[in-house]
């Protein structure tokens, strides 16, 4: 049982150049999520998936795009990676209910946009 | 809007306890969450109350108050390992389930 996976953990990109960072849970949650955080700062939400075929807009969402592939998985990608999107990455995936909120996060990605 | 505050930092010793507050403001409140982050590492998640009250795991308590919109994380018998960033977290049901975290409070342990 591996949890929250993502790959990869670290990226070095040049403005402009596009990417796809991947995130797998197996754990069979509903819901999906992918955050940034950066240095010294909270997590901000980027794009979540309540369940599978379905993906809603957070907090930043301007410059990424997301895929539900399946239940399992869900990626983010940047088009045109801009410098003020350095920083780390996480996904998160839960099992939602009013008595639970739980939320695992995988590892991270490490981006720098030079 | 969401918005949520908490302190920036937090100091205290080996063995003590600290309370860490937080406020919030959210036009769909569901639930309240807290979560441990050591350096370089990912969001543990620690405790999640939905309704008023206090809820214990361990060394660790959550409490809620929904009609002051404040919550707090307290952490008894403290070690040199509490160091971290605690983050409360809201969930919020306006146009669709989602969580806002706060910006963290970083605590440091002293011996």
């Known amino acids: 049982n591996a949890g929250v996976t993502q790959t990869p953990k670290f990226q070095v990109l040049k403005t402009g150049q596009s990417m796809t960072l991947q995130c797998a849970q197996d754990?069979?949650?509903?819901?999906m999520y992918w955050y940034r955080q950066d240095p010294g700062m909270g997590l901000r939400l980027i794009y979540y998936?309540?369940?599978?075929?379905?993906?809603d807009k957070g907090e930043v969402p301007n410059g990424y795009n997301v895929s539900r592939l399946n239940k399992r998985e869900f990626s983010l990608r940047l088009e045109s990676a801009a410098p003020s999107q350095t920083s780390v990455y996480f996904c998160?995936?839960?099992?939602?209910?009013?008595?639970?909120?739980?939320?695992?996060f995988g590892p991270g990605t490490r981006l720098t946009v030079l | 809007g969401q918005s949520l505050e908490q302190p920036s930092e937090v100091t205290a010793v080996e063995g003590a306890i600290v309370q860490i507050n937080c406020t919030y403001q959210t036009s769909g409140f569901y639930g309240l969450s807290w979560y441990q982050q050591h350096d370089g590492g990912a969001p543990t998640f620690l405790s999640y109350?939905?309704?008023?009250g206090l809820e214990e795991t361990g060394r660790f308590s959550s409490f809620l108050s929904r009609s002051d919109s404040y919550g707090y994380l307290l952490l008894q018998e403290l070690q040199m390992k509490d160091s971290a960033s605690y983050f409360c977290a809201v969930r919020d049901e306006t146009g669709g389930f989602k969580t806002i975290f706060g910006a963290g409070t970083r605590l440091f342990v002293k011996a």
């Open positions: 754990m069979n949650h509903n819901s």
């Open positions: 109350n939905a309704l008023d």
């Open positions: 998936s309540a369940s599978e075929g379905t993906t």
């Open positions: 998160a995936s839960s099992e939602q209910g009013r008595s639970t909120d739980t939320q695992y």
